[in-house]
């Protein structure tokens, strides 16, 4: 018997398809506007994340998973919440350094936070620091 196996390079076709996750990732104006304000704003839940990129909290968990999934974002979970921040290792590898240096500049968020917990707590007046809110 002359049975042949043909071996395939899996390592090059995984290096390929994780580098496709990353880049697909990437490859959306909303998910980069995301990166844009993590790293203005550092963590963030997305209690506090949806009102700033006017999307529902489903949505943005939906192009926060890919992000994570691509290993972009990171994840801190703390009580029933999850905050998001930049894993900035993978950022710097992967982006070129033009729209790093554009994330560094953008000027288009503004800063000036008031002192109010996030609308997923019945407490909006003040800032207890109860688990989700990220302004103190």
Not at 22 to 29: E, I, N, R, S, V
Not at 82 to 109: A, G, V
Request: aromatic share 6%; with cysteine.
């Amino acid at each position: 018997m002359d049975n042949q196996i043909t071996l395939q390079d899996l390592s090059s076709e995984q290096t390929f398809l994780k580098y496709e996750m990353k880049f697909k990732a990437l490859a959306d104006k909303k998910r980069l506007h995301i990166l844009n304000i993590l790293n203005q704003k550092g963590e963030m839940c997305v209690c506090d994340l949806a009102p700033i990129v006017n999307m529902t909290q489903s949505k943005l968990s939906y192009h926060l998973k890919i992000l994570f999934d691509a290993n972009i974002l990171t994840r801190e979970t703390r009580g029933t919440w999850s905050y998001y921040h930049l894993n900035m290792k993978e950022l710097n590898h992967l982006l070129p350094e033009e729209l790093i240096r554009l994330f560094n500049s953008s000027s288009d968020i503004n800063n000036d936070t008031e002192e109010v917990c996030c609308s997923a707590h019945s407490d909006t007046t003040s800032n207890n620091g109860d688990a989700c809110c990220s302004k103190k």
